[in-house]
């Protein structure tokens, strides 16, 4: 049987449940009144049978995006929308034709699992850029998370609002109710916001949406229905405090020294956290003495490049609402993607000095204090985003006790301001936006005393994105500068270290300034992308980091002197065939030069990779790289660029439906550098398995092997001829051997109440040899045995001194000799973990009990043995630190 539903413009269709709806009817906008009721009308208990809801019409006429792109549900879901002064309500009836089979999983907030969902979203500022998701499935798990920039998702976005949950005969249904002052608007009488209503049916993997949009069309928010007739909201209050306490207890033999006989610490510590509504549109955060002992650890790695490993940010006062200040320098997915001129882990870093005392004990704090910190962010009603941050540091200071009592303090790191500003204007209902960026980061440096560290840094930036011929092309363009200052020894560390290099001997282009106190540059980018089509997406562009940008205080970056060029072309197929569901095939070509020119190219590539579905959601794909030579400017740590070979690697995966109780996936990637005989290969399992609706366990592992023929070990690279005093460079060969494991389990008591594990062992093992002595004058040569002596056996062990190396090509005598370290073999072993036991007692409220497990090594010893290094990292000394947090959230 059809059923008349509002499409909206006043036009009724007759459609079956599983037809194809007519392009016309898709086509159509859609359109709601809200309903505006007395408050207090609605109690929210997911049963629907309020006389509020009993006396409003419910909308309906849902369409497929997903398995079967543009036809009506398989199942009927119709949807109301209520307002008063203070909230927003929202009911929706999920009906179904067999009930028993709807997935309902407890889990704990936020986190997506393969249940059934459904979920409203609000573009309240009526941008088409913008909106404020509120997500329930059948148990009443809530999520949220907020779009911006239209495609963009913020999943650390967390409101708090009321939700609940129901199943009955017909189906099931959520209902919602949203304060107002947790959305942002504006204060006009008359209002209309952007609505959308979305419902997943997992087992038959279907998404529905009121608001539909084919897949050939780009965008998200964009695409909304309007919800009208929103009258004289009020200005809404929104103050909320949240003080916590916390009392750590941190457990360690190590502890125990002559001056500290006790094996443990304790550590109190008071805190709060303020937010308050400027306007509906605008808000102010305040955190003092923030505490992120519940955070997760980051993974485990043994870093022996020269420059830091970049993690993402996790700490709650940072990540929420951090897109408003987000400021990509970057383009694509790969590691230029990560350079940013805002990168928030800055602010509380480990102090960047270490005390160091042969005949002392050493207590030093492993961060850096945050007294207080504040930001202002939201959107004006005129489309301008706002977000300004402020952060101050504490001066840290070290404490070395002697053993005969006396005791010195040694400042570690110096207080510090930081500060960043972002504007971004909408234009064009949201097709293009402009803004711009401020940061500023000011050390109180003593003279004299950690003058090494930069004074002062500044950086500034604007930037572009513009959708135009029917939404089809893109472009986006950045441009930013900085400008560092500081002493003449800090000025010569920027330009000496690992992003810059300017001493490089054959970098004509470049040259150390002994006498610069300060250090300015600029970086840009640009590129056009068809973002709309049936088949056919790509892309084209360029970035540019000149030699002096150095925004590192606050952002993130590695190498600069670069110019990059890309092009990337994507074939994509969205209607199910018989066996393969969609498949994405991917083109990528790069390349890169310094600011000397092509002749000194540090990138030429090229990447061909390919994804299917398949028509029972297992998932695969495949992909091939090709590298050619090109000079590698950071392999001597400074000394000149050394020419590397062509480079092959391949990749393959395959996973299994995500939605089983069992599922997984395995993926495996082999390369190689045949002219250097260089080769690594990896493969790594993932396993997820959920017996029940509440319990959920994750686990995967990786191990890599490599064999390099060329490696840095660490500051010994750079030796001393023995004879001459002249300092040359020594690399080697690496065999390397590194295995990794994380495990997750995830035990959901009620929706309030959760427990989580986290565990994450790791164990690498080096082991150098053929030592070989780069020949400077031939670096650049197109055969690797002209770019590197490799000791022979009578070379090593010169004159019968163990380690002592000479390289004698004449045969006189007069050669140069080397003394080579016997400690750079390496095996490293970490385990980091976690026990999170949360309980949410009332909304905004909570307890966390921590306890969290910390234990490592590292032994000048090269071998590696899976069950030996697995075993004796278990049995290290154990840091353990027990933790009890709790706030409460006063809602004035």
Do not use: C
Not at 264 to 277: F, H, I, M, S
């Amino acid at each position: 049987m059809g059923k008349a539903v509002s499409i909206g413009m006043g036009l009724a269709v007759s459609l079956a449940f599983g037809a194809r709806l007519d392009q016309v009817a898709l086509d159509l906008p859609r359109t709601l009144e809200a309903v505006r009721i007395p408050s207090g009308d609605v109690r929210i208990d997911g049963n629907l049978d309020d006389e509020a809801w009993l006396r409003t019409a419910f909308i309906d006429n849902f369409v497929q995006r997903d398995p079967l792109e543009g036809e009506a549900a398989t199942e009927r879901t119709e949807f109301a929308v209520l307002y008063d002064d203070e909230y927003i309500y929202v009911a929706i009836n999920a009906y179904d034709s067999d009930p028993g089979a709807i997935r309902s999983i407890l889990s704990r907030r936020d986190e997506r699992t393969p249940s059934d969902w459904v979920a409203v979203s609000f573009d309240s500022y009526g941008d088409y850029r913008t909106a404020f998701d509120f997500w329930l499935n059948p148990q009443g798990v809530k999520r949220d998370a907020r779009h911006y920039d239209d495609t963009n998702e913020d999943l650390n976005w967390d409101a708090i609002w009321e939700g609940k949950a129901a199943i009955h005969a017909k189906g099931w249904s959520a209902e919602f109710r949203i304060p107002l002052r947790e959305l942002r608007f504006s204060d006009q009488g008359s209002q209309t916001w952007g609505l959308q209503i979305y419902r997943h049916i997992s087992r038959k993997n279907e998404d529905l949406f009121w608001t539909y949009w084919p897949k050939e069309e780009s965008g998200f928010v964009r695409h909304y229905g309007r919800l009208t007739s929103l009258q004289n909201i009020p200005r809404q209050r929104r103050i909320y405090i949240s003080p916590y306490s916390t009392g750590q207890f941190s457990l360690a033999s190590d502890y125990i020294t002559p001056v500290h006989p006790e094996n443990y610490y304790l550590r109190p510590n008071l805190g709060a956290d303020l937010k308050v509504g400027v306007s509906n549109n605008l808000t102010l955060d305040v955190t003092f003495n923030p505490d992120f002992g519940q955070i997760e650890a980051d993974p485990a790695e043994l870093n022996l490049s020269a420059f830091e490993t970049f993690y993402a940010e996790k700490r709650p006062f940072f990540i929420e609402g951090s897109n408003i200040f987000e400021f990509g320098l970057g383009l694509g997915d790969g590691d230029l993607g990560r350079n940013r001129l805002f990168y928030p882990r800055r602010i509380g870093r480990a102090p960047q000095y270490s005390s160091d005392y042969d005949d002392g004990y050493i207590e030093a704090p492993s961060a850096t204090t945050i007294m207080a910190a504040g930001k202002l962010s939201g959107k004006t009603s005129s489309g301008l985003s706002i977000g300004m941050l402020n952060a101050l540091t504490a001066e840290e200071r070290s404490t070395v006790q002697f053993t005969d009592q006396a005791q010195i303090h040694e400042v570690v790191e110096p207080r510090t301001n930081y500060f960043v500003t972002r504007l971004q204007q909408d234009l064009n209902e949201g097709a293009t936006s402009v803004g711009g960026i401020v940061a500023a980061v000011n050390r109180q440096i003593h003279e004299n005393y950690l003058d090494y560290l930069r004074r002062d840094a500044y950086s500034g930036g604007l930037d572009i994105q513009h959708r135009f011929m029917d939404d089809t092309y893109q472009i986006d363009a950045t441009v930013a500068v900085t400008n560092v200052l500081g002493s003449i020894e800090s000025m010569l560390d920027t330009q000496e270290g690992s992003s810059h290099y300017f001493q490089r001997p054959d970098a004509t282009h470049l040259e150390v300034d002994t006498t610069a106190t300060h250090l300015t540059g600029y970086t840009h980018n640009l590129a056009i992308q068809k973002i709309k089509g049936e088949h056919w997406r790509g892309a084209i562009g360029e970035m540019s980091f000149s030699p002096g940008f150095e925004a590192n205080d606050l952002g993130y970056h590695g190498s600069v002197d670069r110019s990059m060029q890309f092009i990337w072309a994507q074939y994509r197929e969205d209607q199910p065939g018989d066996i393969i569901r969609n498949y994405q095939l991917n083109f990528n070509l790069w390349s890169g030069f310094t600011f000397a020119g092509p002749g000194e190219m540090t990138a030429l590539g090229g990447n061909l990779n390919h994804h299917y579905t398949f028509m029972n959601y297992w998932r695969a794909g495949y992909g091939f790289n090709i590298q050619a030579p090109v000079l590698h400017l950071t392999a001597l740590w400074g000394g000149p660029a050394v020419r590397t070979d062509t480079g092959f690697k391949f990749f393959s995966y395959v996973g299994s439906d995500g939605r089983k109780a069992l599922s997984f996936q395995i993926f495996g990637y082999k390369g190689t550098q045949p002219d250097s005989r260089i080769n690594w290969n990896g493969f790594g399992p993932e396993l997820t398995w959920r017996p029940t609706d509440y319990f959920s366990l994750h686990a995967s592992a990786e191990v890599e092997n490599m064999h390099d023929t060329w490696s840095t070990w660490g500051d010994y690279d750079v030796l001393v001829d023995q004879q001459t005093g002249e300092e040359r460079f020594l690399l080697a060969s690496l065999d390397q051997r590194t295995v990794s494991a994380t495990l997750r389990i995830d035990l959901t008591l009620t929706s309030n109440l959760s427990i989580q594990f986290y565990g994450s062992p790791y164990v690498t093992a080096g082991k150098f040899f053929d030592d070989k002595l780069v020949i400077e004058e031939n670096v650049r040569s197109d055969k690797f045995d002209e770019r590197f002596h490799t000791f022979t056996a009578a070379e090593r062990d010169f004159d019968g001194n163990p380690n002592t190396y000479n390289y004698d090509p004449e045969g006189d005598y007069t050669g140069i000799n080397f003394v080579v370290p016997s400690d750079r073999d390496f095996n490293y072993k970490q385990f980091n973990s976690n026990l999170v036991i949360r309980w949410e007692y009332q909304t905004g409220s909570a307890v966390y009990f921590v306890w969290s497990q910390n234990m490592s090594e590292e032994i000048e010893n090269g071998a590696f043995s899976y069950t030996d290094d697995l075993q004796d990292l278990f049995r290290l000394e154990k840091e353990n630190v027990f933790m009890i947090k709790a706030s409460y959230l006063f809602n004035i």
